[in-house]
């Protein structure tokens, strides 16, 4: 299986720093995405420590040189993997007094021969465009997604409910994490997007598709689409994304 990626941050039109990271480790087949809780004011530092610490877990640990390991033996490293970058970002919160004020979204990629384990934390969000078809392969751990979802406020409602940007979960903001990881086998052709909800939350998804379908054949292309959509849509946050497509 070949795979070619790109991706693109952009600080957006408000903002004064910019709290998102990427990183692809091409060697393992490895890419993730974080987004600093824009409340907490240690938010980017959080984000930028949860990419290099994870990416050092998966470089450092040998089972991730070994995909004949098995996928259940590699799902259970993966979750291992972020459960101790969630140890280390919350550690270092309470090492400089930084408790209840870092936390970041995670979401990342990693694929083992035909399929693909896929792991998330908080609102940033993991797309699969597959024939035509997009998905939303992650949920998000927020209030009006969980309100959306026990059908207490409908979707439309959602982009101007109040309290749009309460996420419930997030790494390195609590003691405990639980995290969302699944596995999918993959198809040639199949175009995956991590993305921050800079982006998710000013581009309807049929808007998204359409960027999607329309700039195929360039990575670079589709995300460059991506972000000056956002940015004419406001660009009310910082707005990040990372595209992989299998070749």
């Not at 050092?56 to 490293?77: V, Y």
């Not at 797309?127 to 009006?144: K, M």
């Not at 198809?187 to 581009?203: A, H, P, T, Y």
């Not at 998204?208 to 956002?230: D, R, V």
Request: charge should be negative.
């Amino acid at each position: 299986m070949r795979l070619q990626s790109f991706g693109l941050s952009h600080i957006g039109h408000v903002r004064a720093q910019n709290d998102d990271c990427f990183a692809e480790l091409l060697s393992h087949s490895f890419f993730v995405l974080a987004d600093g809780v824009g409340s907490m004011k240690g938010g980017g530092i959080a984000a930028r420590l949860a990419v290099q610490h994870l990416m050092d877990e998966i470089k450092r640990n040998p089972l991730f040189q070994h995909p004949e390991s098995g996928l259940e033996t590699l799902g259970a490293a993966l979750e291992k993997a972020i459960c101790h970058t969630h140890d280390y970002v919350w550690r270092y919160s309470q090492e400089h007094q930084l408790n209840g004020v870092m936390g970041t979204t995670l979401v990342c990629l990693l694929f083992i021969g035909s399929h693909c384990l896929f792991a998330y934390v908080g609102d940033s969000r993991i797309y699969l465009l597959r024939q035509g078809q997009l998905d939303l392969l992650s949920h998000d751990d927020s209030l009006v997604f969980e309100l959306v979802h026990y059908g207490l406020i409908k979707e439309s409602e959602a982009k101007s409910f109040p309290l749009k940007h309460i996420i419930t979960k997030s790494l390195g903001s609590q003691s405990d994490l639980s995290i969302h990881y699944h596995l999918l086998k993959v198809e040639k052709g199949d175009l995956f997007l991590l993305c921050s909800d800079g982006l998710s939350g000013l581009i309807e998804t049929a808007h998204l598709k359409n960027i999607l379908l329309e700039s195929t054949g360039s990575l670079q292309k589709t995300a460059h689409a991506l972000e000056e959509s956002a940015l004419a849509a406001g660009g009310f946050d910082n707005i990040t994304s990372l595209l992989v497509q299998i070749l």
